[in-house]
Every structure is written in C-alpha cells, then in structure tokens.
C-alpha cells in the first residue's frame, strides 16, 4: 500500500473517476480529494475532501503535510477551448500549478507526481498520422503550449533533482459518469448526452476531422499502469504518447445510429475546429507498449455500447 495520495483537481473529468478508483485499490481513507470547488461532488462524498486551489502554494504545503502526502496526481487545468477565452488564467494555472507540485518533490515533501500532458502539444507542423514520440510540436493554444513548457519542466526536475514524476499525453477522454471540462474533444460526450435526451446533435467539429481519442476506462488503466511501473522501466520523462482509438465526427455518429436508428447529427463548426484540425489524427504508442506494457481495451463499438447502456440508465 503505498503512502497517502493527493488527487488535484479530482472533481474533474478524470479526477473524479480515478479518486474513485484509487480509493478502492488502496482505502477510502488512504485518497485525499481536492478541487477549488468549496463541497466535494457527490461522488466523492464516500472519503476525504479538501478544497484547495493550486495557485495557493502555502495552503498546498498545509494539505500535504496534514495528511502526510507522499503521492500526488496533478489534474488541475484549464483546458483548450476555456484556455483560449482566457489565455493568461491558462498559462498561470496549468504552468504554476505545476511548479508548486514540483517544488514541494524538490524539497522533500513528495516521492512521485502524476501530471498529465496532452495531444495539444502537437501542432499543424506534426505529421498528422501514427504521430511518433518525439516530433515537431509548435502547438497553436495556450494550453497545448502549456503541456510543452509543462513536459520540459518534468524533465527539467527529474534530470536536476530527481524527482519521480510519470506522465501520459491525453488523446480526447470519453466518459460517462462526469461531465467534461471544457476541451476541444468534448463533443464526443456531448453527442451521446445529446442523442438520448434530443435524439439530434449539431457538432462544433467539420464531420471530417479525425482525432485520437480513449474511453475512460482505459484513460484511467494507463495512469495506474504508468505509476505501477519499476521507475527503472520509465525511460521518457517528458511524456509518452498513448493511444486508444481514432475516428471522425461522422464516423462517430454512424456508429451511434447502430444502436439509435433515429439520430442524427448537423454541423456548425466554431474555432474549436481549427485547433482540432491542428492536431494529430491517430498517434505511435509503441514507447509505452514497451516500457511499461500500455495496451488500450476499448473499442469503437465497445466505447458506444458502453456510453449508450450506462446514460440510458442514469435517465
């Protein structure tokens, strides 16, 4: 069992469902939740919570010394789409968010960071197809040039102080138990919200453009596989490309209509749709798979059934 985890940002997308993850493998008590929201979700009501905003470094340090920390995952961030409305907000909370974490590993107080990066870290100038690890980035968005600077920095400190920090580059997260936070890749939650309550959808995305993307499941299989790994096998402590699965808006919705005949779908793309098209349309994984054994489970099909069954259900 390893020491008490800090989960940062753990009322989001991810973090709600990996706290809750993490609180099953390792006890309720062992998982110390924390959002700059002032009351826990309701899914979280089951442990401890504490609400913290990450920009607040002495109340950072408060937290992780009250509950002996020794483990923390970095969830906090502002992402795409809401990153460029407010590019400044951005650039302070997913980069000095980041610094706090890390100077509290620096100083002793954390053995191993968790810290997501991203597909946004590539650009228009990065080869569009099985993207390889190490490419041309030159990203168009606060928040891709964040992940950059972000995974520059993790290895910044692991190569000056030795800090045990493990990173993934999201592609787009499909769930169903939490509502997405503000990205890009967001439609292809929204579509299924959409098809049961409305039984239409009009996308913010061209029906062509064809991103990466991973249901939750497995989006939270690979930040417990990463972190399980012997650190001698983390050979990459910048990010490591990790993929599920690939497809387009329209390809999307022809497999919904499988099971929902009666859907449909209309496009008005918005500027989310150039920052989509500057992105990669499927990535190279093949780090990860050696490293540390990354393997996706889900499929297309399989990503459907399960988002269908499970949102009919909470209706």
Known sequence: MPSKILVIGAAGQIGTELTLKLRDLYGTDQVIATDIKERSPEALLNGPFEKLD??????LYEVVKQHGIKEIYLLAALLSATAEKNPSLGWDLNMNGLSNVLDLSR???IQRVFWPSSIAVFGPNTPKNSTPQRTVMEPTTVYGITKVAGESWCEYYNNRYGIDIRSVRFPGIIGHKSAPGGGTTDYAVHIFHEAIKTGHYECFLSKDAELPMMYMPDAIKSILQ??????????LRTSYNISGVSFTPEILSK????????FTISYKPDYRDSIAKSWPSSLNDELAKKDWGWNPDFNLEAIVNDMLVNLKLAV
């Open 54 to 59: 990450i920009l607040d470094k002495p109340r």
């Open 107 to 109: 100083d002793g107080h």
């Open 226 to 235: 990463i972190m399980d790994a012997p650190s001698e096998s983390i050979s």
């Open 255 to 262: 497999a919904i209509q499988k099971s929902m005949p009666e």
